[in-house]
């Protein structure tokens, strides 16, 4: 016999397969009922008569059908993917995430449910982020994670990425991947690693569609709401006007959430996102702590030593003329010809010393486009 969390998350999961059963009316209908079994089981009587029709009609429709096979084949699918699926009516279902309008009913998690009860702030943007951006995204990530929150992300090329990447890299850190498929089907394939590095390092790959779903354009606006939902606050590191990143920023401020952008050079396409969000009214961020002090009030219960973190500052040795170059470029790409101009100096003497700051990480080279990225 089954237990009665087994129970309740059969009825859950055989209530998104009822046609006409949205979320909108699962939400109503809960409200009433607050489980999934009080919907299917018991009096229909204790409940407000406006609900009575509709839970008469979806008990009728869940008589006609023998769902054993449909339960079978869902639970065999998540053993296959080592997962396991949580309802809202859970106390394992993020707190947070339940607040949000449409907050989805079903959440399938390979690896850590601890994760979706602790800090997080999400970090998103462009698919084709500048070198900056790529800096920006793994310093950040790295900085938050260390400081105690859990990094939330879309599992995406680009900055989504590299934002895990930053948490995986830190001492103690860890990620929440939030995809847009099922649970056993990664997006891109070629984070197919990247997905089971972030298990393996005790982080969280979540999402609402069931087991086989492929990835469809329509998803991606869906993910987005609980990448925001989950969080405490949303970063976007680059984005253009027309990008998932800005829906994201939107469904958090929809969710009373913070939106923090890092502001770019005025010529990138890929900062035009971040000021026009800046313009809207999203926080103008240019160093870590400043997410973190302004999220210190909405961190509530949370240990307040993640508020008390400061940014680490590179640590670097440069000599003369590394320094001297330095002051000539700007954080906007800058040409070769237009280094030798201001410079004066021959190609012979700029040439090493770009080769070493280049290395030693302090400015980027972009098909002979130079900028700082300290």
């Known amino acids: 016999m089954a237990s009665t969390d087994e129970q309740e998350i059969n009825y859950a999961l055989v209530a998104q397969q009822i046609e006409g059963l949205t979320l909108s009316t699962q939400e109503q209908i ?4 607050k489980t999934y079994r009080n919907l299917f089981e018991g009096s229909v009587s204790q409940f407000p008569p406006t609900l009575a029709a509709t839970i008469n009609a979806v008990r009728k429709i869940y008589h006609k059908r023998d769902w054993q096979g449909f339960l079978a084949n869902h639970q065999e699918a998540l053993f296959k993917s080592n997962a396991k699926v949580i309802s809202c009516t859970s106390d394992e279902y993020p707190p947070l995430l339940k607040q949000i309008s449409r907050a989805p009913r079903l959440l399938y998690v390979r690896g850590s449910v601890t994760n979706l009860h602790l800090p997080q702030i999400a970090i998103v943007g462009s698919r084709q982020m500048t070198r900056s ?9 790295r900085f938050f994670a260390d400081s105690g929150f859990t990094i939330t992300s879309g599992l995406a090329l680009g900055v989504d990425g590299i934002a895990h990447e930053g948490a995986l890299q830190a001492s103690a850190g860890s990620t929440i991947a939030v995809m847009a498929t099922g649970i056993d089907k990664v ?8 997905g089971d590095r972030i298990v393996d390092a005790g982080g969280t790959l979540v999402t609402e569609f069931t087991p086989g779903i492929n990835p469809l354009a329509r998803h991606f606006p869906q993910r987005n709401r609980i990448i925001s939902g989950l969080s405490l606050g949303v970063l976007v590191v680059e984005a253009a006007i027309k990008s998932g990143s800005l829906i994201t920023a ?3 401020l929809e969710q009373n959430r913070e939106v923090f952008a890092i502001p770019g050079s005025i010529h990138s396409p890929q900062s035009k996102g971040c000021h026009l969000l800046i313009k809207q009214g999203a926080h103008l961020v240019e160093t ?16 307040e030593a993640i508020v008390n973190q400061q940014t680490e500052k590179p640590k670097l040795d440069l000599d003369k003329t590394q320094i001297e170059l330095l002051e000539f470029l700007s954080f906007d790409p800058v ?6 101009e201001l410079s004066k100096w021959p190609i012979g003497k700029l040439a090493p010393v770009l080769v070493s700051l280049e290395l030693s990480g302090c400015i980027a080279n972009d098909n002979g486009f130079y900028q700082r990225l300290i």
């Open 288 to 303: 870590a702590d400043e997410v973190i002090a302004e999220l210190g009030g909405a961190l509530g219960g949370f240990d």
């Open 187 to 194: 997006y891109p394939k070629r984070h197919q690693k990247l």
């Open 335 to 340: 040409p070769l010809d237009t280094l030798v």
């Open 133 to 141: 951006g790529q800096q920006n995204a793994l310093t950040w990530s």
């Open 30 to 33: 809960l409200t009433a009922t």
């Open 250 to 252: 939107r469904t958090a």
